[in-house]
C-alpha cells in the first residue's frame, strides 16, 4: 500500500508541475487532460503528503523530547499524542480511499457486456444487465452513454459497451467485472422450464491521454458500413462504422453508434485506451507477487461471480456468499445494496491485512 501510495503522489507532483509548463499550456486539449488527471487523484495525493508531513513531525518532537528538559519533554508528550491521534485518522481515511486498487479513483470507466451461453435468452440478459446499470447511474446521477452495441432482432444485446462518468463511478462498478449466471423461464419457453443463460461484464477505468503513449503508427484505422439499431426490420446501415487495431496487443475495437465518422472515431480511441490501459495494468499486477488478489475487487473475469433466480426473487454474490431476496429491485436498479457488500468486505480484508500503524 505505501508503495501504491508513494507513486500516487509522485505522480501528483509531476502533473503539478506539468500544469505550469508553458509548453503544455499551450495545448489546451493536454492541459485538460493533465488537469483532470490532477483532480482525480488530488484528493488521494494531498492526504498522504500531509500523512508524510505528520510522521517528519512526530520524529522531530521526538528528538525534541530526548533533548529537552522536564518541561520541554511534557509538551513533546502532549503534542505526540495530537499527532498520533492525526496519523492514525489519516492512516483510516488513507486505507478507505485505497480499497479497490490504484484505479479506485477515477471518475471515468467503460462497461463492455457480452452474451455468454443461452442464445437469444442470453441476449435478453445482456439487455437487462446494460438497463440494470443505467439505472443505477440515473440514481447516482452519473452521464451514461452507449459507445458501441450489437442488438439482435429480440431486442437483446450479443454485446454493448458503454461510458459512465461520475464521483466513484469505477470504485463501485469494478466488482461487476465477471461472469453473471440468470435462471429463470424464458418469454419463448411454453413448458414453464427454467432456463440457465450468462453473460459476461468487464470495467475497465478510462485513463487519460497522457497516461497512454499512443501513436498513430501504432494503429491502424478502417472504414466499413455496419448495421445499427434495435435488430429487425429497424436496422440502419451506416457507412461511417470505425474499427481500430492496435498493433503491438493485438487489441481491436470498434464503434457505429454515431452516423458522424469523426464521433466514431473519438469513441474508438477512448475504447482502444481503456483497453491497452488495462492490458498493460494486468500485466504489471502479474508481475507482482504482493497483488491482493484475496480482494473481490480484484477477480478475474472469467470468474462467475454472480446468479440471478428469477423464480426465487434471489441474487447471490459467490465471492462473499451474499444472498438477497431482493431481486426485482436489483434488476430496477437498485445495485447500491451489492456494492455496499462487496467495499466493505474489502475494507475488512485491507484492514486485517495492514493493521494499524506502529
Not at 505505501?2 to 506539468?18: G, I
Not at 457486456?113 to 435468452?121: L, Q
Not at 475487487?297 to 461471480?305: A, E, H, T
Not at 456494492?339 to 491485512?353: G, W
Request: one cysteine or more; charged letters at 30%.
Amino acid at each position: 500500500m505505501r508503495e501504491l501510495l508513494d507513486e500516487k503522489l509522485t505522480r501528483f507532483e509531476e502533473l503539478e508541475a506539468n500544469m505550469l509548463d508553458p509548453v503544455i499550456q499551450a495545448d489546451s486539449k493536454k492541459m485538460a487532460a493533465v488537469a483532470r488527471e490532477h483532480g482525480s487523484i488530488a484528493k488521494l495525493a494531498t492526504k498522504y503528503r500531509r500523512f508524510g508531513e505528520v510522521l517528519a513531525e512526530m520524529e522531530e518532537v521526538r528528538q525534541m523530547a530526548e533533548e529537552g528538559d522536564a518541561e520541554e519533554k511534557e509538551m513533546a508528550d502532549d503534542e505526540l499524542q495530537t499527532l498520533h491521534t492525526e496519523r492514525e485518522a489519516l492512516w483510516d481515511e488513507l486505507l478507505d480511499m485505497t480499497i479497490g486498487g490504484e484505479d479506485a479513483n477515477r471518475s471515468r470507466c467503460v462497461v463492455e457486456i457480452r452474451a455468454g451461453t443461452g442464445g437469444d435468452e442470453a441476449a435478453l440478459f445482456a439487455r437487462n444487465l446494460y438497463e440494470m446499470y443505467q439505472k443505477h447511474c440515473e440514481s447516482k446521477k452519473w452521464k451514461f452513454g452507449v459507445m458501441d452495441s450489437n442488438p439482435t432482432e429480440l431486442g437483446g444485446f450479443k454485446d454493448v459497451t458503454v461510458s459512465i462518468e461520475g464521483a466513484g463511478c469505477y470504485r463501485e462498478l469494478q466488482y461487476e467485472s465477471g461472469g453473471h449466471r440468470v435462471q429463470r423461464v424464458p418469454d419463448t419457453e411454453t413448458k414453464g422450464r427454467i432456463h440457465t443463460s450468462a453473460a459476461t461484464v468487464a470495467v475497465l477505468p478510462e485513463p487519460e491521454e497522457v497516461e497512454v503513449d499512443l501513436a498513430k503508427d501504432d494503429y491502424t484505422v478502417e472504414r466499413y458500413i455496419a448495421a445499427s439499431g434495435p435488430g429487425g426490420q429497424h436496422v440502419n446501415k451506416t457507412a461511417s462504422a470505425i474499427r481500430i487495431t492496435h498493433h503491438e496487443t493485438g487489441v481491436v475495437v470498434k464503434c457505429c453508434e454515431e452516423r458522424s465518422q469523426h464521433k466514431n472515431l473519438a469513441k474508438g480511441m477512448r475504447m482502444l485506451m481503456s483497453k491497452l490501459y488495462d492490458h498493460y495494468r494486468q500485466q504489471e499486477d502479474q508481475s507482482r507477487s504482493d497483488q491482493r488478489k484475496s480482494l473481490v475487487g480484484s477477480g478475474d473475469r472469467s470468474q462467475r461471480i454472480r446468479t440471478y433466480n428469477f423464480p426465487e426473487n434471489r441474487m447471490t454474490d459467490h465471492r462473499v456468499g451474499l444472498t438477497l431476496y431482493k431481486l426485482d429491485q436489483i434488476m430496477a436498479g437498485s445495485v447500491q445494496m451489492i456494492t455496499d457488500a462487496l467495499i466493505d468486505h474489502d475494507r475488512q480484508e485491507l484492514r486485517s491485512s495492514m493493521g494499524k500503524m506502529d
